[in-house]
């Protein structure tokens, strides 16, 4: 899976500085990687995984829910991740993420990015596990056993 695709990376890291909002999806696992490093008096920086949404209007409306009290964003980058979680890190894309929120020091942010991507690698595994063993997967042929 991750030697399929090219991305360009210094593109997507310009994304990544520039971003007010962004969302890095994940169809493999279909999750999003919700990344708002705004904040105010009450709220400070927010780093979460959240289901994929189906639309962008679905996207703003789920983020006005998870940040109420913070305005509307502008806009939110979605980067579409088809490659292994892991290779976030191998790419140094992952070090660009968490920068933002040692820019806006909230050193506990920080903290929960390392837990934020742990949880994607879970669920990674889980996702793989599940496919090889066929639970919630449809198997497209079967072998054949002896005798039939």
């Known amino acids: 899976m991750d030697t399929d695709f090219r991305m360009d990376v210094d593109e ?29 008096a009450v709220d400070g920086p927010m780093i979460r995984v ?7 209007e679905e996207r703003f409306r789920s983020l006005r829910r998870l940040r109420p009290r913070l305005p509307r964003p502008e806009s939110i980058t979605l980067i579409p991740w088809p490659k292994y979680v892991t290779s976030l ?3 140094n894309i992952w070090d660009r993420v968490v920068q933002r929120f040692v820019n806006a020091g909230d050193m506990e942010a920080v903290r929960v990015c390392e837990e934020t991507f742990n949880e994607l690698v ?17 198997t497209l042929w079967e072998r054949k056993k002896e005798g039939d």
């Open 12 to 40: 997507i890291n310009r994304n990544i500085d520039m971003a007010e909002v962004m969302g890095i999806y994940f169809p493999l696992i279909r999750k999003t990687l919700l990344v708002d490093p705004r904040s105010d």
């Open 50 to 56: 959240v289901p994929m949404a189906n639309s962008m």
């Open 89 to 91: 890190k191998r790419l």
């Open 122 to 138: 879970e669920l990674e595994k889980r996702e793989i596990v599940e496919a090889i063993k066929g639970e919630r997967y449809t």
